[in-house]
């Protein structure tokens, strides 16, 4: 089976999960019981204009739109009564050159959402490692499981990339996009080149969170006070860096909503799909497919290293 046959198979499967979820009535039962009192986060990457527009629109209609500050001072405060019901905070991971078509959106809709950039690849003609051409998922998902080192080794082998490598497009947002968004959108850190941090070395991690701090800061002539987790992976070493540094919060990519209680440093999202239609939109922000594909994924990997272990 080729890797389009299953992407095939994997959309038309994620569209009839999520028909079934909004004919359950289940995407209005949470929205208006189990989470408004609590807050959504949620993550995109490099949506296309038209089709974030009609997410607004809709979000705009049945939730009230807030800044990430705003959580976070709630969250510091042990108390959401300030907080409006139903209320949700924007993000985009990254910093996709694509972010910059969104500028008159947020502009439309008021809303100040928040870009976590790889400050070593914005401003550059350096590329994403994840986006490089002919990688399937399944080749991604074992870099990702491999010291640093390894993979950067392994990039350089098959693919010839590495991270400062300099190609003729960019692919990231530059200072002039930057600079024109900064007074509509929170720009903070995601590291310099994205790497999985938990598979670093300590002087990796701390130079990839503290660095990518000062990267920004410096840019931007202002201070940054909150972090997003590359892959939502992280371990108790990188909480500590990510505090010592000076942030007040750190995203990550674990399911769920944010409520009173939830630690500044594990805050939760819900993954949406870029290019998401109406009814796999409204199904998403139920959590149910995005939790479903994940507990797939997880015993596909399972299934696959019992499959890798046999024919040792």
């Keep these: 089976m080729t890797q389009k046959t299953l992407t095939n198979a994997s959309r038309l499967t994620k569209n009839v999960i999520a028909s079934v979820v909004c004919l359950s009535g289940m995407p209005f039962l949470i929205r208006e019981w189990l989470c408004r009192d609590k807050v959504t986060m949620l993550m995109y990457h490099d949506a296309k204009p038209a089709v974030f527009r009609k997410h607004l629109a809709y979000l705009s209609r049945h939730y009230t739109l807030i800044s990430l500050d705003r959580l976070v001072d709630a969250i510091y405060q042990s108390d959401f009564s300030q907080l409006p019901r139903k209320s949700i905070v924007i993000t985009f991971d990254d910093g996709h050159a ?3 078509a969104m500028l008159p959106i947020f502009k439309e ?27 399937s998922k399944r080749d991604k998902a074992r870099l990702k499981k491999m010291a640093n080192s390894e993979r950067l080794a392994r990039l350089k082998r ?31 850190p995601h590291t310099q080149f994205h790497p999985i941090l938990p598979r670093c070395t300590e002087t990796e991690c701390e130079q990839e969170i503290l660095g990518s701090k000062q990267d920004l800061e410096r840019l931007l002539g202002e201070t940054c006070n909150h972090f997003s987790y590359p892959n939502g992976d992280y371990s108790a070493r990188e909480i500590e860096v990510v505090k010592t540094a000076g942030f007040r919060s750190a ?17 939760k999202v819900i993954p949406m799909t870029d290019n998401a239609g109406p009814i796999l939109f409204r199904a998403e922000l139920t959590t149910i497919p995005q939790r479903l594909f994940r507990l797939f994924a997880a015993l596909m ?6 499959l890798t272990q046999n024919a040792r």
């Design 98 to 100: 694509g972010n910059f």
């Design 109 to 135: 809709f008021g809303i100040r959402p928040t870009l976590y950039v790889c400050t070593q690849i914005i401003n550059t003609h350096r590329h994403f490692w994840f986006k490089i051409t002919g990688q």
């Design 158 to 188: 098959d693919a010839d990339f590495e991270p400062e490598k300099e190609f003729t497009e960019r692919q990231a947002l530059n200072l002039d996009e930057l600079t024109a968004m900064a007074p509509h959108v929170d720009l903070q």
């Design 251 to 267: 995203r990550t990519t674990e399911i769920g909503w944010n409520t009173p209680r939830t630690v500044p440093y594990h805050l």
């Design 301 to 306: 990997s399972l299934q696959f290293a019992g």
